[in-house]
């Protein structure tokens, strides 16, 4: 392969020539973050959370080398079905296009080929941040640096708590990423509703979400992300009692397994699955799910904010 143009589906092709509304979704929690057969299921019903609530889905992935920004039912399947499909994030995306790797891009990957091509919205679960141990081992994910300098809305659920949650919020703030909670003045843990943490601003409608990204876009004066922290009502979290508990068994196992950097996540998160017995997972599903609908319905906010501008 020698031409290494994004690739665009004909859905967000459209969308994208036409100033719709697109809302852009990993491929990572397809390959990587759910268990088969679920996450093929799961990944259709993302998209279609996505167009019942106005906009297009436009899932980031790549084939064979090719970086595709809207992958079609097969090539989606292709990356929940396949072995070896390769974790990306942005570093990877060169060296894995001209080796011709089917990959699944990260958070950090999927914000920056979003914003490279025209896309102002992305939904995903949870983000990556700064590791419990980092004063240790300076491990924290590429998700932060990424959103410093990409002009992108994350609609999230905050991190998870197996991170260091505070450490993350002083880097966000550090590296000059805006965080707003979607009705809330606290940061969500991902599978809690509250991680104990407060948050500075609060926006309540995706059409106020819509004026800060064209304030942004207008003062030209700040180009790194927003991060909308949505967090689940509390009747649809996980227990806060199993949730601390089963932290505390997985973190006390991590030191007797001897358990260490890139490994420490999917090993917490394996023991959350097996631990909870799968509610876990359901509430995953529910975080990404809901974010997918408030991500839609800030594009579309966003979309009809341009056409009402240019009319």
């Avoid at 979400?209 to 004066?221: C, K």
């Avoid at 023991?271 to 509430?283: D, K």
Wanted: charged fraction near 20%; glycine fraction near 8%; proline fraction near 4%.
């Amino acid at each position: 392969m020698t031409d290494f143009h994004l690739r665009y589906g004909t859905e967000v092709a459209r969308a994208l020539r036409e100033q719709g509304p697109v809302v852009a979704l990993e491929s990572t929690i397809v390959s990587h973050g759910l268990p088969r057969p679920d996450n093929l299921r799961v990944a259709r019903q993302i998209e279609q959370a996505v167009r019942d609530a106005g906009a297009v889905p436009a899932t980031i992935g790549m084939i064979a080398g090719e970086l595709v920004v809207g992958l079609d039912d097969a090539e989606l399947t292709r990356l929940a079905t396949a072995d070896g499909v390769t974790k990306l994030s942005v570093r990877d995306l060169a060296v894995a296009a001209a080796t011709g790797a089917d990959g699944a891009t990260t958070v950090a990957a999927t914000s920056a080929v979003a914003a490279a091509a025209g896309i102002g919205v992305f939904a995903t679960g949870g983000l990556g941040g700064v590791h419990r141990e980092a004063a240790q081992t300076f491990d924290e994910s590429a998700d932060l640096v990424t959103l410093a300098r990409t002009p992108i809305a994350v609609v999230c659920a905050g991190v998870k708590s197996i991170l260091d949650v505070g450490a993350t919020l002083e880097r966000l703030e550090t590296l000059g990423v805006a965080v707003v909670g979607y009705r809330t003045r606290r940061f969500p843990g991902f599978f809690i509703t509250d991680s104990g943490f407060d948050l500075d601003w609060s926006v309540d409608s995706p059409e106020l979400i819509a004026d800060v990204l064209a304030a942004r876009e207008q003062h030209r004066a700040h180009h790194s992300g927003l991060i909308v922290a949505n967090p689940l009502p509390t009747d649809e979290q996980l227990d806060p009692d199993l949730h601390d508990r089963t932290l505390t068994e997985g973190l006390a196992l991590l030191e007797r397994d001897g358990v260490t950097g890139k490994a420490v996540t999917p090993y917490l998160l394996a023991h959350f699955h097996s631990a909870t017995q799968g509610a876990s997972l359901a509430v995953n599903v529910r975080i990404i799910l809901r974010n997918a609908d408030l991500a839609a319905r800030i594009a579309v906010a966003a979309a009809q904010r341009r056409a009402d501008a240019s009319a």
